[in-house]
């Protein structure tokens, strides 16, 4: 299982980014999929999360109406379109599956949003 993560970066506050990551080495179109994001210091923190299909996501109240996953099961690739960014949104974000309840990680993105 390999989930490699990009689109990471600066960015001025209420700006915009989107973050990719693409799976390997498992039936991607069969599992969830989610972001995770954590800042040194704290736990990591539950982003956002979909279904296989797609058809059912959930997010962080923090970035309700802000951020949207969405995925391509073609690509094996999640999204997560990040608008309207803030401060506090800045943190390194790792894709996330379960297979069969063991969890696998990215390396990471960092995402800095500063003025």
């Known amino acids: 299982v390999q989930l490699v993560e990009s689109g990471g970066g600066l960015v001025q506050p209420g700006g915009s980014l989107r973050l990719s990551c693409t799976a390997s080495g498992f039936p991607f179109s069969r599992y969830g999929m989610s972001w995770y994001r954590q800042v040194p210091g704290k736990e990591r923190e539950l982003v956002a999360a979909?279904?296989?299909?797609?058809?059912?996501?959930n997010y962080v109240d923090s970035v309700k109406g802000r951020f949207t996953i969405s995925r391509d099961n073609a690509k094996n690739t999640v999204y997560l379109q990040m608008n309207s960014l803030k401060p506090e949104d800045t943190a390194v974000y790792s894709c996330?599956?379960?297979?069969?309840?063991?969890?696998?990680w990215g390396q990471g993105t960092q995402v800095t949003v500063s003025s």
């Open positions: 996330n599956t379960k297979i069969d309840w063991q969890p696998y």
């Open positions: 979909i279904t296989s299909a797609g058809d059912s996501t």
